[in-house]
């Protein structure tokens, strides 16, 4: 057993295919002096039991890198440490069912291709081919991916084990942690063994990671599930066909039923995800073992008959094999099926690689990603899907974590549709005014946790869940959202908007301070202002809205779902002796949008602020002797103001208003309307048009760049870049002819059959009757009028670039009204 040291760079805690891949890569960066502790053998948690398989489909665009760039570690692996390893690269068929699956299969070939992997979406005949014992008839086609395959995970573990120690890393088996703890400014981690002093601790610890979570004082959202696969003996058809072939069958998977299919050896491997699912150690009598290694749950067959029953219809062959083996473990799952990635929630120094639901596919690129938050603090790509502070701590409650879990895991290959919100674990946050909102139609969807009205039903529309199943730009929403924007242009509309994240910047310096963290200008008293923080290679961190009360007292105001992350961001760069502080009064402030021409006429008849005062100011007032601060500013680009109360006197504000608009034409209006005002004026939606996978400069916001300034962060960076020149730029994009569906999130824009760039969001806008999206595209062909194509769910519709200014009251004159 190798002697524990006393001291390293970074200790990791779990040694899984993930902790060692994290190890690996660490090394790989030049950080040798790290240690992995594993209380037991290498694998011994949900890696020894994972089926193995190495997907690279995703329908998110950074989960699909770390896959891919799994895929491609992998290939090599063996020859570069030198330690064997079976991996079968056979590629894949997911079946579709309906055209919805198409759709979403058109759009992961797009993501694919533009990733520069060869995915393909193919017909029964070529199913069929590829797939010779396969039952087509009630099927519309598939996703076909040369990329997967299924190794190894004990032999991929062991592998990049090796890699680690020969770059000089250490792994202490049977090392169980018994607790850490904070010594000045470093960890020290005791085991069994003695105490190690480190830098910088990760959290690897796959289904123990809430166990491990615990001895830093953070409570891991996660819960854990049961997942069975069935292994079956040899098919003497099969057998024969790979013989022929010289080659296994694809990997299969029937996505809409929800199971997948892998030839083993000449047998058969049959996964499913079933939706009557089991959450184990998820309550007070059903506690986890103080050691679970290398152990497995009780058969439990009943569960998965119906999908054996489909599967054996799928593929009658597999009727005839005889049943071999059951093997029921444990998976970690998050609330969204997503991994922790990343920073620590509120804890110096400690990362999270943990809750992998596929832990062998991404592994690979886990460890590359989370060595780039250890090394570097930030990561090449953004990797906001995968973020701990994603959640805030509503996410942490057990009843919360396990039915989500339960609800992702009997949905794994659910498609997720743009207008669709889960059912599961719903209304944890609630505005002061949810019951009077709910009462007017509002249907509901969960912002870090808040319930907003997405869009109001009348009573005779259909608000089912079936009916958001859909990619379409039509259904029971969208003459709602219609009105409830033109509304917005022509009388008012108010937006009920709980959760924005708000933090109070207040004492000495503290205007000074700022002034170096933004790449502009800190609004002046009595002023708003827009300001953006960049990272120091000059890429989009943050946005957040600066209200300057005083001096040295502001309140910035960002995104519900950016909480934890722009708070931890603003904490972490704040000097050691730091004469102001940081204070997160989220929780104590709501908010109404009040917008549209009608909003001045509204608000002189509840209070007697200065209505006149110009654009980007606010200003304190009393509506129905409640305090409420009213800021001039409109996300959806009419006349208007947000008006900020604090929550015990929300509802009697809102009354207010509401009474008053009614002689006005004011009607509410949910986010989905926000949305497509937003994206008539260009504005930008966080981590979707403004993240860290783009610079300030290409994102077009020059204008909030004071290069004057003696020094911000990234102004070396930016300055580079401006020197270089821009490689690509955000635009402004009107679909000419569009089909029935808006572009989505990273569809792919085209120019002479190449790709150029990508939409960053997209959607119909109704005050200009357009369908809009917005992206970044290549610099040469950033210029007004030119023509280029965007690739929508796999079909290609000609768009055009837009001047650099809003479609929708382009010198602002209404919002400055």
């Known amino acids: 057993m190798a002697e524990l040291p006393s001291t390293a760079r970074v200790v990791i805690i779990g040694g899984g295919a993930v902790g060692v891949s994290s190890l690996y890569h660490l090394a790989k960066a ?12 290498l694998t011994s948690g949900s890696t020894w039991h994972a089926a193995g398989n190495v997907p690279t489909f995703s329908s998110s665009w950074s989960l699909m890198n770390m896959q891919r760039y799994s895929t491609e570690l992998y290939r090599g692996l063996a020859a570069e440490v030198d330690y064997p390893m079976n991996y079968h690269v056979t590629g894949s068929i997911r079946l579709a069912h309906t055209k919805e699956r198409m759709q979403e299969f058109q759009r992961a070939k797009g993501m694919g291709r533009y990733q520069g992997m060869d995915i393909d979406v193919i017909g ?4 069929m081919r590829r797939y010779p014992f396969i039952e087509t008839h009630d099927l519309k086609g598939a996703l076909y991916d040369p990329n997967d395959g299924d190794i190894d995970p004990a032999q991929l573990t062991q592998a990049l084990a090796k890699g680690a120690r020969d770059m000089g890393a250490r792994i202490i088996r049977f090392c169980p942690v ?152 444990p998976i970690p799952y998050a609330p969204d099926g997503n991994p922790l990635i990343g920073p620590m929630p509120g804890v110096p120094n400690a990362f999270e690689a943990c809750v992998f639901t596929f832990g062998i596919a991404q592994a690979g690129g886990a460890g590359k990603v989370l060595a780039e938050w250890v090394t570097r603090g930030e990561t090449e790509w953004d990797m906001w899907s995968c973020d701990p502070r994603r959640f805030s701590s509503f996410a942490s409650a057990p009843d919360y974590a396990v039915a989500k879990g339960m609800e992702v895991y009997g949905h794994e290959y659910a ?26 139609g509002a249907q509901f969807n969960a912002y870090n946790g808040w319930e907003r009205a997405t869009w109001y039903a009348k009573p005779d529309d259909d608000t089912s869940e079936e009916s958001t199943q ?53 609004p002046k008293v009595g002023r708003i202002g827009l300001c953006y923080f960049a990272d120091d290679h000059g890429r989009i961190v943050t946005e957040m809205s600066v209200v300057r009360h005083s001096e040295d007292l502001m309140t910035l105001i960002t995104a519900a779902v950016a909480q934890w992350h722009d708070f931890e961001w603003l904490k972490s760069h704040m000097p050691a002796d730091a004469t102001f502080k940081l204070i997160d009064r989220t929780e104590e402030y709501s908010t109404q949008i009040l917008a549209g021409p009608n909003s001045r006429k509204i608000l002189v008849e509840v209070c007697e602020a200065n209505l006149s005062a110009p654009w980007l100011t606010h200003q304190e007032t009393t509506i129905a002797g409640r305090w409420a601060k009213l800021v001039r500013v409109s996300f959806a680009g ?40 937003r994206l008539e004026k260009g504005y930008r939606a966080w981590k979707g048009d403004l993240s860290t996978d783009y610079t300030v400069l290409q994102g077009v916001l020059e204008r909030f ?46 120019h002479n059959g190449q790709i150029v760039g990508e939409t960053t969001s997209g959607g119909w806008g109704h005050r200009v009757d357009k369908s809009i999206a917005l992206g970044m595209l290549r610099a040469d062909l950033a210029v007004p009028g030119v023509t280029i194509e965007v690739e929508i769910f796999g079909e290609r519709f000609s768009a055009t670039v837009q001047e650099d200014k809003p479609l929708w009251d382009p010198e602002n004159e209404r919002l400055r009204s």
């Open 30 to 41: 030049g950080w040798t002096d790290c240690v992995l502790l594993e209380k037991n053998e």
């Open 178 to 329: 018994s607790s850490v703890r904070r010594d000045k400014d470093e960890w020290i981690v005791a085991t069994e063994q003695g105490e190690i002093r480190c830098e910088k601790v990760v959290n690897a610890a796959g289904y123990r990671a809430a166990e491990v979570g615990k001895l830093f004082g953070r409570d891991v959202p996660m819960t854990v599930m049961s997942h069975q696969y069935i292994l079956f003996d040899e098919i003497p058809e099969l057998a024969a066909w790979s013989r022929e072939a010289g080659q296994k069958l694809p990997l299969l998977r029937d996505v809409d039923t929800s199971y997948y299919l892998r030839q083993e050896k000449n047998g058969m491997n049959l996964g499913p995800y079933e939706r009557n699912c089991r959450a184990h150690w998820a309550t007070p009598d059903d506690q986890m073992p103080a050691d679970f290694s290398f152990q497995l749950y009780p058969d439990d067959l009943e569960r998965l008959e119906w999908y054996l029953d489909d599967a054996v219809r799928r593929v009658p062959i597999l009727g005839t094999a005889g049943l071999s083996k059951v093997i029921n473990g």
């Open 124 to 127: 029964l005949d070529e199913i």
């Open 470 to 522: 859909t990619f379409a730009r039509s259904g029971p929403w969208e003459k709602r959202i219609r009105e409830e924007c033109l509304v917005v242009r022509d009388a008012a509309g108010i937006l009920d908007l709980p959760g924005f994240s708000r933090f109070n910047l207040d004492g000495p310096g503290a205007a000074a301070w700022l002034e170096t963290q933004v790449t502009g200008t800190v």
């Open 415 to 440: 498609i997720h549709f743009p207008r669709h919100a889960w059912p599961a674990a719903r209304n944890r946050k609630l505005s002061p005014i949810h019951d009077r909102i709910a009462a007017l």
């Open 705 to 750: 760049v004071k290069w004057d300034k003696p020094a911000f962060r990234g102004k070396a960076a930016l300055l580079n870049e401006k020197q270089q020149g821009v490689k690509k730029r955000f635009v402004t994009l009107v679909i000419d002819s569009p089909g029935e569906c808006d572009a989505p999130y990273m569809s792919t824009l085209w």
């Open 638 to 677: 009419e006349l208007g103001w947000e008006i900020h109360t604090k929550v015990a006197d929300t509802a009697t504000v809102f009354d207010t208003v509401w009474a008053a608009g009614q002689r006005h034409g004011l009607k509410p209006f949910g986010m989905f309307a926000l949305d497509a005002l």
